[in-house]
T-cell receptor
């Protein structure tokens, strides 16, 4: 069963506008963490933001925020004031606190920011 | 600077040949991981190690082998049994125990078949 689902293969956004990248997840573990990574065309994976399953507030890091809806099992990434440099692949990932504790990744969303 | 170094950046494999991808970290992280990424897809876990001298198979371990003799190093060998090795390989490390610790990644190795 797919544990992380990203339903948007590609997204376009105008420069300076906000964009939401969707992520839903599936787990029976009560304790888990959700991560978002950015992958530019050069290939490196850049950590953006983290949300723990017990966190009461949505995580924020600069222009990035995470819209965490636990009951719906969704963890959408919101990028505010998009910049041209935001064009990249974005991956949602989950780590369950029991078992292997490695990340499980979604298939990614390619974001293109247009001037 | 602290980080993860993967080498080489590009690697070519001949039929029937084993090749080894290097991954070294100076972050003093306990856990290390190897992922494979195919074009347009997400990352899939090959092997991981939570501590020196111990490692476990991930989701796609067939045709690969690893060792963890030192905390800093986690080399991946792509054996001749891996019939479709062409992919982008990423090594990562993390503090391990704490669930909120992100994985830090190297810059990757692109492996191709000659």
């Amino acid at each position: 069963a797919q544990k992380i689902t990203q339903t948007q293969p590609g997204m376009f956004v105008q420069e300076k506008e906000a964009v939401t990248l969707d992520c839903t997840y599936d787990t029976s573990d009560p304790s888990y963490g959700l991560f978002w990574y950015k992958q530019p065309s050069s290939g490196e994976m850049i950590f953006l933001i983290y949300q723990g399953s017990y966190d009461q507030q949505n995580a924020t890091e600069g222009r990035y925020s995470l819209n965490f809806q636990k009951a719906r099992k969704s963890a959408n990434l919101v990028i505010s004031a998009s910049q041209l440099g935001d064009s990249a692949m974005y991956f949602c990932a989950m780590r369950e606190d029991t078992g292997r504790r490695a990340l499980t990744f979604g298939s990614g969303t390619r974001l293109q920011v247009q001037p | 600077d602290g980080g993860i170094t993967q080498s080489p950046k590009y690697l070519f494999r001949k039929e029937g040949q084993n090749v080894t991808l290097s991954c070294e970290q100076n972050l003093n992280h306990d856990a290390m991981y190897w992922y494979r990424q195919d074009p347009g897809q997400g990352l899939r876990l090959i092997y991981y190690s939570q501590i020196v001298n111990d490692f476990q198979k991930g989701d796609i371990a067939e045709g690969y082998s690893v060792s963890r003799e030192k905390k800093e190093s986690f080399p991946l060998t792509v054996t001749s049994a891996q019939k479709n090795p062409t992919a982008f390989y990423l090594c990562a490390s993390s503090m391990g125990g704490a669930p909120n610790q992100p994985q830090h990644f190297g810059d990757g190795t692109r492996l191709s078949i000659l």
